[in-house]
């Protein structure tokens, strides 16, 4: 699911997700709880503001971002393609 994801650039460059707009919604990045890199992408695991669990995915060539994992809080995930 595409999504549009504003980003904090740190000290060193390193751009993080601060929040991200699901349709109308918008969504706080309250904690970035875990990075990784694949050759053609970053994913970041956040909890929102809301409590819930995001996996967004930087697609670092044409620079768009996906949702491909949510889970509100206390409940199960599910997994987008």
Partial sequence: MKIK???????RGEESPRCF??????IEVAEVSDRWISPD???FKVIG???????????TETWT???TYFQEKD????AFR
């Fill in 75 to 78: 409940s199960p995930g599910k």
């Fill in 65 to 67: 971002w996906e949702l």
């Fill in 49 to 59: 503001d809301d409590g819930a669990t995001y996996i967004l995915r930087h697609e």
């Fill in 5 to 11: 994801v504003e980003c904090y650039a740190g000290h």
């Fill in 41 to 43: 992408h970053r994913y």
């Fill in 21 to 26: 707009r699901i349709g109308d919604r918008r």
